[in-house]
């Protein structure tokens, strides 16, 4: 089975602090997404990776950045929270290729910042 | 306008009632076409793509018209651990990277 983990189901920050949010796939894929819900809005997509070190920007990425140093992980990254950021972080992975329809999501991790 | 448009809902029915979703997307581009199902405060997972010819699985069928742009799932006698939300979610290519766009969802409660 695929699985994707995050580093934390439930997060509280404060306003001005640096957030990392890591995701950790173990099946090889290529491309990895970083996604937040909100209520109303739906998934929306903050930035996705489709190789290590490569990035993209999605619909979203102001106030967040990214890395992928290594295959497996996808790491989010806000330099300094605001309220606004206060939403649940879904990271996804897919390969290359193939079912790329089949996004496989981590639990999601659920960011409060006061 | 959203790329991808869904009624919320609630969708409230009794178990063994046939309910139907709809989506409509903007982006006549659009290449593929899919159903996710969202448990309360889980993650997305894929329930079944959407093709051209409309698909089955099971008490579940997906319908696409592309000329309309829309979208449908229609859920066959309901049981109750169909409740979800469900997401219409589209794959659009855009600057060379193909994406996935997602409905906001429609939530489904079947009741006893």
């Known amino acids: 089975d695929v699985k994707v983990t995050q580093s934390s189901r439930y997060l509280v920050k404060r306003t001005g602090e640096k957030v990392f949010l890591e995701c950790v796939q173990d099946?090889?894929?290529?491309?990895m997404f970083w996604y937040r819900q909100d209520p109303g809005l739906g998934l929306r997509l903050i930035y996705f990776?489709?190789?290590?070190?490569?990035?993209e920007k999605g619909d979203i990425p102001e106030g967040y950045s990214v890395s992928r140093e290594k295959k497996e992980r996808f790491s989010l990254i806000l330099e300094s929270a605001s309220t606004n950021q206060t939403s649940m972080y879904l990271c996804?992975?897919?390969?290359?290729?193939?079912?790329?329809?089949?996004?496989?999501f981590g639990p999601g991790t659920r960011l409060l910042v006061l | 306008r959203k790329e991808v448009e869904q009624d919320p809902g609630p969708f409230n029915v009794p178990e063994g009632a046939t309910v139907a979703f709809n989506c409509t997307y903007s982006?006549?581009?659009?290449?593929?076409f899919f159903w996710y199902r969202q448990d309360c405060r889980k993650e997305p997972k894929l329930l079944m793509s959407v093709y051209s010819s409309g698909n089955e699985d099971g008490r579940f069928t997906a319908q696409l018209n592309r000329a309309s742009q829309y979208i449908s799932l229609l859920i066959r006698d309901s049981k109750l651990s169909d409740s979800a939300t469900y997401l219409c979610?589209?794959?659009?290519?855009?600057?060379?990277?193909?994406?996935?766009?997602f409905g906001t969802g429609t939530r489904l409660l079947v009741s006893p």
């Open positions: 979610v589209v794959n659009t290519k855009n600057t060379g990277f193909q994406k996935l766009v």
């Open positions: 099946m090889d894929h290529e491309n």
């Open positions: 996804a992975s897919t390969q290359t290729g193939g079912k790329q329809e089949t996004q496989y």
């Open positions: 990776s489709y190789d290590v070190k490569m990035k």
């Open positions: 982006n006549s581009a659009s290449q593929s």
